[in-house]
């Protein structure tokens, strides 16, 4: 019983290699944030150590362990996980060669209490270049008890030297409508809940899942929204201290950063919606009535050409520019509103 939802495709793909005993030594999975990449790498470590039937069958031993993070042979490493002190953790940017060292450790032991080691490297492109090296070592000898699941959420920011060692396995974002009855069917949310998280959560059904279950999260991402509206407002002084807050932000927590910008890029682009007549299509339908009177105020072009600055940002700050500098220059590009140039003409002229 696979737990993954809406990827039916690369289940069968991967339920098929378990049965013919061809799986590949290492997978990478690709897909957006809360896409349901963990959810299918633990189901993976679950199908290959499973004691039941039908494996996975998430009822035996070996799956509940591996379910409650307890199976000796399934470790997940990511930029959090390590055995050093926490305040190391918190600053560390990158997964560091002294982690991949750790694996490799103890990939070249035999499995302790399944059938086979499962290593998911949770944001493989955050792989430093030393622990990216060790690893393709690793990836160069493979083991037969020994299976690596990289997670990524953008594969051209990993080393194409590893890359071409793994399994490329892409999960697509689930249509709004996957989203909706999910909610429904498998977490009891309510029918107008399911409508509006199945809208925000971006065909991720794992946040919207969060957000069903934890009323906080919405309730953060109303705020934050109100503050990005305030900031878009305001003058540079406070987008300046607002830049200064977000660039120390993102030294400690990146994806905490990239989510506020996903959540401007997501307003601007209902913006366009409704500036091109497709208001029915914005994803936050619970404040259609603001968008439509928000996006009066701009221009389509102006719209357009923010929602580029955006992007450039995020990719900046992927590529590891200077998170203060991205952030400035985005602010900087706010357009002003249009109403408000033709009320106040240049004067002088
Ligand atoms: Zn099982």
Same mark, same amino acid.
Do not use: I
């Given at each position: 019983m696979w737990d993954v939802v809406g990827q039916d495709r690369v289940i069968s793909l991967l339920q098929r290699s378990l049965e013919a005993e061809s799986l590949a030594h290492a997978y990478l999975l690709v897909g957006?944030?809360? =896409?349901g990449k963990m959810t299918l790498a633990l189901n993976l470590a679950e199908a290959v150590n499973c004691? &039941? =039937?039908?494996?996975?069958?998430?009822?035996c031993a070996s799956c509940l362990r591996i379910a409650d993070g307890k199976h000796a042979d399934v470790q997940v490493i990511d930029? &959090?996980?390590? /055995? &050093?002190n926490s305040a190391e953790s918190e600053s560390r940017v990158k997964i560091s060669v002294e982690q991949i060292e750790q694996i490799q450790h103890s990939a070249s032991l035999p499995p302790f209490e399944g059938r086979c080691k499962v290593f998911i490297l949770d944001?493989?492109?955050?792989?430093s270049i030393g622990a990216a090296n060790r690893l393709l070592k690793t990836l160069e000898e493979p083991s037969g008890k020994v299976v690596f699941v990289l997670l990524t =959420? /953008?594969?051209?920011?990993?080393p194409a030297t590893i890359v071409s060692r793994c399994q490329r396995v892409e999960l697509a974002p689930l249509g709004t409508a996957e989203v909706e009855t999910a909610l429904t069917e498998?977490? &009891?949310?309510e029918p107008d809940k399911a409508k509006l998280l199945s809208r925000l959560a971006n065909g991720c059904l794992g946040w919207a899942v969060s957000a069903a279950r934890d009323e906080q999260l919405l309730q953060q991402r109303a705020e934050t929204l109100e503050r990005l509206l305030d900031i878009t407002e305001a003058g540079y002084e406070a987008r300046f201290q607002y830049v200064s807050q977000l660039a120390s932000r993102f030294s400690q927590n990146r994806t905490a950063v990239r989510e506020i910008l996903d959540l401007w890029l997501e307003w601007w682009h209902d913006l366009l919606l409704v500036k091109v007549g497709c208001v029915d299509a914005v994803t936050n339908i619970d404040r259609s009535t603001q968008l439509v009177s928000v996006a009066a105020g701009y221009t389509l072009n102006q719209i357009r050409a923010f929602i580029d600055n955006i992007q450039a940002a995020v990719e900046q700050l992927q590529l590891n520019a200077n998170p203060q500098l991205a952030l400035e220059v985005l602010m900087l590009s706010i357009p002003g509103k249009a109403e408000s140039r033709t009320r106040h003409p240049i004067r002088g002229k």
């Open positions: 957006p944030a809360h =896409v004691e &039941g =039937v039908e494996s996975p069958c998430g009822e930029l &959090g996980s390590t /055995n &050093g944001g493989a492109e955050l792989l =959420v /953008n594969d051209k920011l990993l498998r977490w &009891g949310a």
